[in-house]
């Protein structure tokens, strides 16, 4: 069977959102009813068939051709099969995802992640803001689930996050793993200003030293931490853009905190790594 190909026939103004277009929606539905499902398009309801263009069957395997920012809900709630975007995507890509995997061929907006507890989400361009965070009246953030950015994200990544992986190969904006609860973030370029503030638990993994850590948080010196031979193991089987881990030394400076916060927490500062593998 052909992977289920939704190409835009136009160029959206305003927000779409394509919520319904998930493996999980689609399964049980015939070419007929998916071209009459009802999306929310700015202030109005469109219909499928006037939006997209659709060729393919399997709804286990979904594509989303010509999208742009305006796309909204990408994957919300999918609990199994894939969805791959060509072109960028706007804010809250794989909210409330359970499983199955997301490939964006582009950039994505803000809130990607939220309410996620599982599967994978894997962007090859930058990403916005509130990466795996939680939204203002969420007790957490994502709970489960793995987040690969290959470009740059924003301010707030992982605030409140519970547990799950997200890892960026670019650079990370302010209050980066803020308020967390628990869970890995990893920063292979530079982070910004307040690094884990607030955080209560869990590890944030930094291939650079940033010019300032919050003062509550405590040096405990170069240390071999050898978890990370574990993890970094784990990591060269997801994708090639994580081979240069193989044969890593797991020596790290580990600053412990916040003590404003129990100090359960920790930033782990890389001391070995070649990124130009």
Known sequence: MNPLTFTLKIKPQFSLDVAELTPDNLAEKNRSKIKNL??????????????????????ENIQIHRSNDKLVCVGQGISHGSIEVKGDVGELLGQHMKGGHIIVHGNAGSWLGNGMSGGRIDITGNA?????????????????????????????????????????????????????????????????????????????????????????????????????????????????????????DPEVHRFSGDLARNGKGEILILQSLNLKK
Do not use: W
């Open 38 to 59: 009802k999306l929310s398009y700015g202030k109005k309801k469109v219909t499928v068939a006037e939006l997209f263009s659709i060729t393919g069957n399997d709804s």
């Open 128 to 248: 916005g803001d509130h990466i795996g965070a939680g939204k203002p009246g969420d007790a957490f953030g994502m709970t489960e689930g793995f987040i690969n950015i290959k470009g740059s994200a924003g301010d707030r990544v992982g605030d409140r996050m519970r547990r799950g992986i997200i890892t960026i190969h670019g650079k990370a904006g302010d209050f980066c793993g803020s308020r967390m609860h628990a869970g890995t973030i990893l920063v292979l370029d530079k982070a910004g200003k307040n690094v884990g503030t607030g955080m209560r638990r869990g590890t944030i993994i930094l291939a650079k030293k940033p010019k300032h850590i919050v003062a509550t948080f405590k040096s405990n010196g170069n240390l071999k931490m050898q978890f990370l031979r574990l993890l970094f193991t784990q990591f060269v089987t997801m994708g090639k853009e994580f081979s240069k881990f193989r044969n890593f």
